[in-house]
């Protein structure tokens, strides 16, 4: 077994991953596809810089997912940026985006946010693959804090705490249920997703509370909910990455736990919104940028919570003894940028981290197994490391 290990200083940031080229790639999975090979950027960033957030490199390249025990990773190999192009999406993924723009769903900003919440729970429904049995999946209050808890077998075994993405806004412990049970039958790990508070009723930082909240309960109550307390991880896709970087941050200071990894799958890193990635996908993928700063005004209003490092974990004054982290971004989303950044900031602070970028992808793909295949992929990349824990 691969324990996480120091930063490999010798080896690439990435190897592209091949890119899918017909809609019905997924029948051929066995077959040979071809790879493609990214150009080495000139630059490289100095070692005095390495810690720096604001040091954000330019479009980041796609990546062949592998093994990622060892989470070993060059984060400063840099591909140049692509000219993108409604043709470069991946073909399941502009089916799922024709499929959604087929329905004329309002907007979520011209509507009650209980209304998006029910709309966003539909169609994470329509999208989801069959969903796993279990022997164990029950609701439990940690604390104040709902949580459903999924146990693939008995025994005591690692544990994963969810946290589900839509911005903050929309999601809950059903949007995320299959990926949920997904995730705890492959790895063999007791999953504990958490259901926190939604804005605009509840603004920042109340999502972020109820995090910290129930990891904290999770840890305190290891042994009766059968988890090893030294083999706890966090993780969360989009709203709630972010919300899993805020957490491993906090366990680094805390006395509490000590985390074993953090998976953040196309985390919100920086709610100023200012990456470049921003500009290059603005429109036309999915998340949009305007889309991005309405989910933004909706959790943190205001300049002196978006610069605050619990909504903006990016903006974390140091990052050194966090958990080691594995990164899964989308290739076509304006957070791509941000995933990318972290990565190399936790790499100059020497902490083991694994960056990976699902080619020609966009956001939020990771409820869409049901029709992407690179959502059950990542869910691979993630139970292979959990299983290593």
């Known amino acids: 077994m691969v324990r996480p290990g120091r930063a490999d200083a010798g080896a690439p940031l990435v190897r592209r991953r091949p890119r899918r080229t017909h809609p019905d790639?997924?029948?051929?999975?066995?077959?040979?596809?071809?790879?493609?090979?990214?150009?080495?950027?000139?630059?490289?960033?100095?070692?005095?810089?390495?810690?720096?957030?604001?040091r954000q490199p330019p479009h980041a390249p796609a990546v062949r997912p592998r093994p990622v025990g060892s989470f070993r990773c060059r984060v400063d190999r840099l591909v140049p940026p692509l000219d993108v192009n409604?043709?470069?999406?991946?073909?399941?993924?502009?089916?799922?985006?024709?499929?959604?723009?087929?329905?004329?769903?309002?907007?979520?900003?011209?509507i009650p946010a209980a209304e998006a919440r029910r709309l966003y729970r539909e169609t994470r429904v329509a999208l989801r693959p069959a969903v796993p049995d279990l022997p164990v999946v029950r609701d439990l209050p940690a604390g104040a804090v709902p949580v459903r808890l999924y146990r693939p077998a008995d025994g005591v075994r690692p544990a994963f705490i969810f946290f589900h993405g839509g911005g903050w806004v929309v999601g809950d412990l059903d949007?995320?249920?299959?990926?949920?049970?997904?995730?705890?039958?492959?790895?063999?790990?007791?999953?504990?997703?958490?259901?926190?508070?939604?804005?605009?009723?509840?603004?920042?930082?109340?999502a972020?509370?109820?995090?910290?909240?129930?990891?904290?309960?999770?840890?305190?109550?290891?042994?009766?909910?059968?988890?090893?307390?030294?083999?706890?991880?966090?993780?969360g896709d989009s709203a709630g990455g972010g919300l899993a970087a805020v957490v491993a941050l906090q366990a680094r200071d805390s006395r509490q736990l000590r985390l074993a990894l953090q998976v953040l799958i196309y985390p919100v890193m920086d709610l100023r919104a200012a990456s470049d990635s921003y500009s290059r996908f603005a429109e036309g993928y999915s998340l949009t940028r305007a889309g991005m700063q309405w989910y933004i005004a909706q959790y943190a209003p205001t300049p002196e919570?978006?610069?605050?490092?619990?909504?903006?974990?990016?903006?974390?004054?140091?990052?050194?003894?966090?958990?080691?982290?594995?990164?899964?971004?989308?290739?076509?989303?304006?957070?791509?940028?941000?995933?990318?950044?972290?990565?190399?900031r936790l790499q100059g602070a020497r902490v083991p981290v694994d960056y990976q970028v699902m080619p020609a992808m966009i956001h939020g793909f990771l409820?869409?197994?049901?029709?992407?295949?690179?959502?059950?992929?990542?869910?691979?990349?993630?139970?292979?490391?959990?299983?290593?824990?």
């Open 86 to 110: 409604p043709l470069a999406i991946d073909p399941q993924a502009r089916a799922v985006m024709d499929y959604l723009a087929s329905l004329k769903l309002p907007a979520f900003d011209q």
């Open 25 to 54: 790639h997924a029948a051929d999975r066995g077959g040979a596809r071809a790879e493609l090979h990214g150009h080495r950027a000139d630059a490289r960033v100095p070692a005095h810089a390495r810690d720096h957030a604001a």
């Open 208 to 235: 972020a509370d109820d995090a910290w909240t129930a990891t904290t309960w999770v840890a305190a109550h290891a042994a009766e909910l059968g988890i090893d307390p030294q083999r706890i991880a966090v993780g």
């Open 305 to 344: 919570a978006t610069n605050d490092w619990r909504a903006s974990p990016s903006l974390a004054p140091w990052v050194h003894g966090v958990a080691p982290a594995i990164i899964i971004a989308s290739e076509l989303d304006p957070l791509v940028d941000e995933g990318a950044a972290f990565a190399r």
């Open 175 to 206: 949007t995320h249920d299959t990926v949920c049970r997904q995730i705890a039958r492959e790895s063999n790990t007791v999953v504990i997703a958490v259901d926190y508070r939604l804005a605009p009723e509840h603004r920042f930082p109340a």
């Open 367 to 389: 409820t869409m197994g049901g029709k992407v295949d690179a959502a059950n992929e990542a869910i691979s990349v993630m139970a292979t490391a959990l299983r290593a824990l």
